[in-house]
């Protein structure tokens, strides 16, 4: 009879024991580490006029210029991304795809340009579903996850050039219509 009792309290001593040693505190965050969730929001502003895009790569300034820097972003996983924000206006709410991808540079030899032989190689993609808002327009932050094809050479100073290409995004609804996209060139700075 004293044996199940005994067996019972030495269950909870060592149960108590691997408590107090922190064991559990050492299994992992299971948000810590993980990609940043794209964000998506209505915003405010007046519809697009006729001809105007309706789909574009923007900044707190507005549209993103032509040759913005891009910041590299590392994740504690040791994947790497850039964040990007698409600007999409809607005529009615809906279940969107965008497609978002960085091309590196591929310059034609012999066309002018700058010198992009030490710049490191990049490219990337990511796919996000998107619930647009109802007659008007969709802000999105997502990351565009970057594979490093080649990290580039420094010059004499030390310095690594900025990876250069086109960022871009094609816009699909997920009901039958026509699909939309818009392209940037970009730097990304490692």
Not at 87 to 108: I, K
Not at 115 to 126: C, F, Q, V, Y
Not at 175 to 181: C, L, M, P
Request: net charge negative.
């Amino acid at each position: 009879m004293r044996l199940p009792k005994l067996q019972i309290s030495v269950a909870i001593t060592a149960l108590l024991g691997v408590c107090s040693m922190g064991t559990f505190c050492v299994l992992p965050d299971p948000n810590q580490g993980a990609p940043p969730d794209p964000s998506i929001s209505c915003a405010a502003g007046e519809p697009p006029a006729a001809g105007e895009v309706t789909l574009f790569f923007s900044d707190p300034a507005g549209q993103l210029p032509a040759d913005a820097v891009l910041q590299l972003e590392y994740g504690p996983q040791g994947g790497q991304h850039v964040m990007a924000t698409v600007r999409h206006h809607t005529s009615s709410d809906g279940v969107w795809a965008y497609r978002l991808a960085f091309a590196p540079d591929t310059a034609e030899p012999g066309t002018p340009g700058p010198d992009t032989s030490r710049a490191p190689k990049l490219e990337g993609s990511n796919t996000v579903p998107v619930n647009a808002c109802a007659s008007g327009w969709t802000e999105t932050t997502a990351p565009v996850f970057i594979n490093i094809m080649d990290s580039g050479q420094a010059d004499a100073a030390g310095e690594i050039p900025k990876a250069r290409g086109v960022l871009r995004v094609v816009a699909t609804p997920k009901e039958a219509g026509e699909k939309t996209s818009a392209e940037v060139r970009v730097q990304i700075a490692m």
